[in-house]
């Protein structure tokens, strides 16, 4: 267990929708990133948070955003699903900046259908 | 040109057998390079990571970096049953906006009893 919590595991919705994908850091990490994994592309960063504050942006669509809360948890939100963007998602923590020793979660998987 | 080349495999290999996973990479600026582990289902788990050229060894894990040839390996030795997984190498820059980890695609290994 990497301490990462993700929820929910499994996510199935319709195209055109909205969804949020909630993560819990590790107790004290104060940075938080966000990836997709999909056959094709394979695991792709989306974005990071530090303590609060958007780091570093990677190939994140306009129609994704993030956030990181007080209690340093983030929340990825997705709208106007397409099915392309059915993939897991994982989130992963890490102590300060030491982003080569980050922990990731077991991941939400989503299916648009 | 993809940033990081890694062999799909699979690759499938006795109990007990040498393994090698490799994977190259083109973006000159990488200085931290990682190795994950990912069972199915499941999120990335760190290996070991290795700063710049030069060999690191944990356990039956040795990796290593060829900066010169772009080039880094990760060999596990009396490979078991319980390696059976993909394995990730991924790498990142230094400071900067360099805070994401830029992903091979994965090496998927079996190890037969």
């Known amino acids: 267990d990497s301490g990462v919590t993700q929820t929910p595991k499994h996510l199935i919705t319709a195209t055109g929708q909205r969804v949020t994908l909630r993560c819990s850091p590790r107790s004290g990490d104060l940075s938080v990133y966000w990836y997709q994994q999909s056959l094709d592309q394979g695991l792709q960063f989306l974005i990071q948070y530090y303590n609060g504050e958007e780091r570093a942006k990677g190939n994140i669509l306009e129609r994704f955003s993030a956030q990181q809360f007080p209690d340093l948890h983030s929340e990825l939100n997705l709208s106007s699903l397409e099915l392309g963007d059915s993939a897991l998602y994982f989130c992963?923590?890490?102590?300060?900046?030491?982003?080569?020793?980050?922990?990731f979660g077991q991941g939400t998987r989503l299916t648009v259908v | 040109q993809k940033e990081v080349e890694q062999d799909p495999g699979p690759l499938s290999v006795p109990e007990g057998a040498i393994v090698s996973l490799n994977c190259t990479y083109s973006n000159s600026a990488f200085q931290y390079f990682m190795w994950y582990r990912q069972y199915s289902r499941k999120g990335p788990e760190l290996l070991m990571y290795t700063y710049s050229s030069g060999n690191k060894e944990d356990g039956r894990f040795t990796a290593q970096v060829d900066k010169s040839s772009k080039y880094i390996s990760l060999f596990i030795r009396d490979s078991q049953p319980s390696d059976s997984a993909t394995y990730l190498c991924?790498?990142?820059?230094?400071?900067?906006?360099?805070?994401?980890?830029?992903f091979g695609k994965g090496t998927l290994l079996t190890v037969n009893p």
């Open positions: 992963a923590s890490s102590a300060q900046d030491r982003y080569t020793e980050a922990f």
């Open positions: 991924a790498m990142s820059g230094r400071g900067g906006s360099n805070y994401k980890l830029t």
